[in-house]
């Protein structure tokens, strides 16, 4: 038996319905906040000398490579701690002046030494008081060696936090007699939800309307106007794989909420949205 694509009764069409979402872009709330750095002992995690790896510089909002002039102290290379051993506690934390709901945390490798200062085993924990912390991610034994330029993105999901930690338990390979580990940049963004918009197919008991006036097929029209439309779109046979396209071109309303994106269903498939749909 053919099959026919039969639009009139396999596509339904889709409304979600809701607010718009905000396309502002989003703020990094651990920008140029206060650093705190904290050691065990066997480590320096305050490192000055020189200024390129001062802990402020893990927030200052600056990626900037190093230019090769070791003069040059306006640079921002990153945060560093230094150590006499590898497997050492030395940390960073940020406090971030408020409490949050915390999302998005990306941790920039150093782009001096392409990134191989990063350390080797670290967590990124959250605190409300700075006493209790929660960890949201971090690595284990990281390759030596390597190198890193993408950042290392983590999650909190929510969880509420006036304070981001990096606590690092052992550092990178690189060495001149110390050990290094450090990160170029942290940014730290609000949780925002995922938007589960109210779905409902077009339904004329609420007032919604729908007409088709053009039908085309691979880009070709094969229908125009309401007559046309009405005996044509019942039956497109495209058994013999020749047809790549389907578009119909009309109008749609609905009434009582407004219209954040308009889509199709065929058959149990997953909806598809696109903004090409409507103008």
């Avoid at 904290?38 to 909002?61: I, K, R, T």
């Avoid at 125009?224 to 039956?235: E, F, L, Q």
């Avoid at 396209?245 to 909806?271: C, P, Q, R």
Wanted: glycine share 10%.
């Amino acid at each position: 038996m053919k099959k026919i694509i039969c639009i009139l009764l396999t596509v339904a069409l889709v409304l979600s319905l809701g607010t718009l979402a905000s396309f502002a872009d989003p703020v990094n709330i651990a920008l140029e906040k206060d650093v705190e750095t904290w050691d065990g002992g066997g480590a320096n995690a305050n490192f000055y000398m020189p200024e390129w790896f001062a802990a402020e510089n893990l927030v200052d909002g600056r990626l900037d490579a190093f230019d090769g002039n070791a003069s040059n102290l306006n640079q921002s290379l990153a945060w560093y701690c230094q150590t006499n051993m590898r497997d050492v506690e030395c940390s960073a934390t940020v406090d971030l002046d408020g409490t949050y709901s915390i999302g998005e945390v990306k941790l920039f490798p150093t782009k001096f030494l392409d990134g191989a200062p990063t350390p080797s085993t670290f967590t990124v924990e959250v605190s409300e008081d700075g006493s209790d912390w929660t960890a949201i991610g971090g690595e284990t034994d990281l390759p030596d060696g390597a190198v890193y330029s993408d950042p290392f993105i983590y999650n909190g999901a929510g969880i509420s936090a006036s304070y981001i930690r990096i606590y690092i338990t052992k550092t990178s390979s690189v060495t001149d007699g110390h050990f290094y580990a450090g990160f170029g940049e942290l940014e730290v963004y609000e949780f925002e939800a995922p938007y589960t918009p109210s779905m409902r197919s077009f339904d004329a008991s609420l007032g919604d309307s729908l007409s088709y006036d053009q039908i085309l097929v691979n880009g070709s029209e094969i229908a125009n106007g309401n007559s046309a439309v009405i005996a044509n779109k019942k039956g497109i046979d495209g058994t013999d794989g020749s047809i790549t396209e389907v578009a119909l071109h009309g109008w749609y309303g609905n009434t009582g909420s407004a219209t954040e994106a308009f889509g199709y269903k065929i058959n149990d498939e997953a909806i598809v949205y696109g903004d090409f749909f409507a103008a």
